[in-house]
């Protein structure tokens, strides 16, 4: 619009046929324009195309009017628009910049996801405590990374996405309104000069008046494909165990049987286990450091982007269009560091989600106990606490143990350590009752609490309650269901 109307005043002064040509070439730029944008209303466009009928019927318009549409349009079209031409294409390249942070973050999770499977393959071939290592390293690295990557999804689609969409439609409504105000000033003095171009810029004063850049919004959304098929979502990766190999066939087509058989499949959280090199209490004081860190330098660059801000409205104010040019430069990088900071944030929050998920304690008792420099290591906690034990009268030394057992299960990790066993007894699972059944490996042994479970029995298991090694040592149900069959075969030779 500024470029017609700077035109537009040099060609008053030549003749009504030139004006015309002038007239034609923008149409045919529009009607380029029009076949470019969607098939919507849009007020904007409206006023623009009046301007064109307006001034081609005003062939013989008065030489003074060139100048006044120079002063009064052309140039402040574009002293106040500049600084949002700069800082649309900011928006622009900052929405392809986040892009590429979020592909480099899929392909960490991708690597991490390969690895991980790469490493469960290992541990499937040769099953030892490098591989188990190897294997649970792997696991916990893909699993803080797909929690990362889902935090920097759910931080760029809920908040920075809409944000740079909000800053876009701010940049429209802004550009829409400069855009007809000028023409309406234009119009106004070319309705100045006679009666008959009065009347026919009148209208497009009104249009001009009744341009709202909201309405050119919701048009513009409304008129946009939406994919057919499941409502849009957010993106969200879901945890995915890698799955064993497939079983090797005999000659004859039969299955050989699986040596030794696939590890338990890991759930969606992190292993604290000591063949893991992941340490709890240092990784989250390392995020809990680096979450302080990124909260402290979100607030620097809002208040910085805030300052910047209120200096780039008091030179508009003042006109002085040449400093709030060169302040947009730094507005829009503040902005994108803003939101930088944002996305990685959210993505060490995710990541602490997963230590408060497996310590079940809360925030406030996780910091606590990670904070404790007088903790030691896990079986150092477990041998103090059962130290502290002691055995009462004979008749009641089964229900104090169970309620120090009780006592010291509340105080720290409750979930079972499971364990593939080889019995070289008749042992009963001590969840369905049932035998253990196979040469080898016929069920899961705890590491903490000594209990004996089938495979699929292990999420029945009640809590972990460990046994104290200083204590009497305390038979479980298999034991003495073994030694009951035990006896039951004696008697039954015995009356033979």
Known sequence: ????????????????????????????????????????????????????????????????????????????????????????????????????????????????????????????????????????????????????????????????????????????LDVSGIVGDCILKGADIVAAKALEQSRRYDSLCSICQACDGRTDVAALVRSMEVPTGAAARIPHHRYSAPQPPPPQEAPNGEPLPQEPPPPVPLKNELILDRLAALSSRNRYDALRKEAADLERQIAQLQEAQDALLRIQQRSIESSVYNKANELQEDISMKRFDLRVAQVHLSAVRAQKELFASKDGGGAEGRERKMSNSSGGSMKTKWMKAFKSLKTSEPASSKKNAREKEKDAAAMFETAHIFQEYTYKKITACDVCHQILRGHSRQGLKCRMCKTNVHVECQEQVPKCQPKSRMLRRQRSTSEIESKQMDGDDEMGRSQQ
């Open 1 to 172: 619009v500024s470029d017609f109307t700077a035109q537009l005043s040099r060609i008053h002064e030549q003749h009504a046929e030139e004006i015309q040509r002038l007239v034609e070439t923008f149409r045919k730029k529009n009607s380029e324009l029009r076949n470019e944008r969607p098939p919507c209303p849009n007020q904007m466009f409206q006023a623009w195309e009046t301007l064109l009928q307006e001034v081609e019927v005003d062939s013989q318009i008065h030489s003074d009017v060139a100048g006044t549409l120079n002063r009064q349009v052309s140039r402040p079209l574009i002293e106040k628009t500049f600084y949002r031409k700069i800082q649309s294409r900011k928006i622009f390249t900052h929405r392809e910049s986040f892009d590429t942070i979020l592909a480099k973050t899929e392909d960490m999770l991708r690597k991490c996801r390969r690895e991980y499977s790469e490493a469960y393959q290992s541990h499937c071939r040769s099953q030892n405590n490098a591989s188990l290592a190897a294997y649970f390293d792997a696991h916990n690295a893909y699993v803080q990374q797909l929690h990362a990557t889902n935090g920097m999804l759910q931080e760029y689609h809920n908040t920075t996405l809409p944000t740079l969409l909000e800053e876009l439609e701010s940049v429209y």
